[in-house]
């Protein structure tokens, strides 16, 4: 059984940075892709980046230059740095596996953008 547990959220000032953590069990990680998701009041969930298994990345537009995502196979952990930070990136961010047909969420963090 996959466990996605985030970690790293919190409050921060227009033009910070956070980094967030997600940290898998099971035994998959190496050959899953990875993603984060986010998703603010009212709004739809929202791709924010993905990697592959084999390190391929892809952002949404509005993250571009900006976000960073990167996995560690050895630690079985993806990492998204957010830099330039803005209050319209305050949202509940959510990472997410998929692996073959069966994908997994974590609980979510919070990340609060002041300005």
């Known amino acids: 059984q996959v466990r996605l547990v985030e970690s790293g959220g919190g409050l921060v000032q227009a033009g910070g940075s956070l980094r967030l953590t997600c940290a898998a069990s099971?035994?998959?990680?190496?050959?899953?892709?990875m993603a984060w998701y986010r998703q603010a009041p009212g709004k739809p969930r929202d791709l924010v980046a993905r990697?592959?298994?084999?390190?391929?990345?892809n952002y949404g537009d509005s993250v571009k230059g900006r976000f960073t995502i990167s996995r560690d196979n050895a630690k079985s952990t993806v990492y998204l740095q957010m830099n330039s930070l803005s209050p319209e990136d305050t949202a509940v961010y959510y990472c997410?596996?998929?692996?073959?047909?069966?994908?997994?969420w974590g609980q979510g963090t919070q990340v609060t953008v002041s300005s």
């Open positions: 990697i592959s298994s084999n390190g391929w990345t």
């Open positions: 099971g035994n998959t990680f190496s050959i899953s892709a």
């Open positions: 997410n596996q998929v692996w073959g047909f069966t994908e997994y």
